[in-house]
């Protein structure tokens, strides 16, 4: 799977939007576009994922770049529940694997 | 209704034991994974079961054997554990066989110490 590149960590404050941004230069054609986050002593769970155009879910937004060799994944308002790790993942069309990197540490202050 | 589940959710075992994680999803899905969560928070895939077939296997010692009974259980049994085999344990399911599209569901995880 091509690599992703994201910031260690970000710092947002309670019910402020947050941008998590997401380089993946070597993104191929076929690549979808994943994130998951994983909150404290728990298992890691789906956010959103997208291929081409931004999406929306009940959880986040996901704007992809024209080039679509950067995303980034938008909180609109975050919640003390937020904190978590935020991992952007690239995944190939067929037979792949999530492969998790060091993703970024969100802190949401009150 | 818990989706992913696990069991143990501790386990604290001496050098050289074996043991067995229990896995159990009940999303009707085809497809479960095991990852390991070392102490560094990497999180590595280790195998992966679509209706009961070993599809991925990565470079896993021997040790560790997954077994799946049945399409909604994915156990996994380590013999002579190590020192390094101390990390969280992950279960997760998705529907399909591994496709760009899939989204998987993640259990609580088996914290594993061994002393």
């Known amino acids: 799977d091509a690599k992703t590149t994201q910031p260690n960590s970000m710092e947002s404050n309670e019910e402020e939007p947050v941008h998590l941004p997401c380089n993946h230069s070597?993104?191929?054609?076929?690549?979808?576009i994943h994130w998951y986050r994983q909150l404290p002593s728990q298992g890691p769970e789906y956010v959103i994922h997208g291929l081409t155009s931004n999406v929306n879910n009940r959880m986040a937004s996901l704007a992809i770049a024209e080039d679509r060799k950067s995303s980034t994944l938008i909180l609109h308002r975050a919640t003390l529940r937020d904190a978590a790790v935020y991992y952007c993942?690239?995944?190939?069309?067929?037979?792949?694997?999530?492969?998790f990197g060091e993703g970024t540490q969100l802190t949401v202050n009150p | 209704d818990t989706a992913v589940s696990q069991t143990p959710k501790y386990l604290v075992t001496q050098m050289g034991n074996d043991k067995s994680i229990k896995c159990e999803q009940n999303l009707g899905h085809d497809t479960m994974y095991w990852y390991k969560q070392d102490s560094k928070k990497f999180l590595k895939i280790m195998f992966s079961?679509?209706?009961?077939?070993?599809?991925i296997n990565e470079t896993v010692p021997n040790r560790f054997s997954p077994k799946s009974p049945d399409k909604a259980h994915l156990n996994l049994h380590i013999n002579s554990l190590e020192l390094g085999d101390s990390a969280v344990y992950f279960c997760?399911?998705?529907?399909?066989?591994?496709?760009?599209?899939?989204?998987?569901?993640f259990g609580p995880g088996t914290r594993l110490t061994v002393l």
């Open positions: 079961y679509n209706n009961k077939e070993l599809i």
């Open positions: 997760a399911s998705s529907r399909f066989a591994p496709i760009g599209t899939d989204t998987q569901y």
């Open positions: 070597t993104i191929s054609g076929t690549d979808y």
């Open positions: 993942i690239l995944r190939e069309t067929s037979g792949s694997r999530l492969t």
